[in-house]
């Protein structure tokens, strides 16, 4: 077993694929489903009386749902993606190479601008928003209280 988990593991691209199907496909899929649901909303989402919405307040498309979730989650696929690839990573690790750090800084350059986009948009509105038309509204009637 150990044989196979080395070898599955052997290389930064490996890694990075196995932690894309892992960790982040699941994540996106399950949001995707949940958005474009009869709901309209991640369990998380339902508890705070939230829900995705297209901009014309219909429900999400699956199509607009995948593509919210794909940017959504875009910086921390790039995150895995160069940590994997920092020689030594992650106990005795080297000198990144150049397009590592590049790709660090700009997965949270990314992330800045989901943050400022929420706080200065009069709709609240993020990038992968904008990205997919989609909002995110009030789901709760005072009898939902």
């Known amino acids: 077993m150990k044989d ?3 070898g599955l593991l052997s290389s930064p691209e490996r890694k990075d ?3 894309f199907i892992a960790a982040i496909l699941p994540v996106i899929v399950y949001f995707t489903l949940m958005e474009s649901s009869e709901s309209g909303a991640t369990l998380g989402k339902r508890r705070l009386g ?4 297209h901009e014309s307040g219909e429900r999400l498309s699956r199509w607009r749902a995948l593509v919210r979730s794909v940017v959504k989650f875009l910086p921390w696929q790039v ?3 160069c940590l994997f690839h920092i020689p030594g990573w992650p106990m005795e ?5 150049v397009w590592v750090v590049v790709g660090v800084v700009l997965a949270w350059v990314v992330i800045l601008i989901y943050v400022v986009t929420l706080a200065v948009s009069p709709t609240r509105r993020t990038l992968y928003d904008w990205v997919s038309g989609s909002q995110v ?8 209280r």
């Open 17 to 19: 694929l196995f932690a």
């Open 137 to 144: 509204v009030m789901s709760r009637t005072e009898d939902d």
């Open 50 to 53: 939230l829900r995705v919405v």
């Open 79 to 81: 995150q895995h993606t």
């Open 4 to 6: 196979v988990w080395q």
């Open 93 to 97: 690790t080297q000198e990144p190479p």
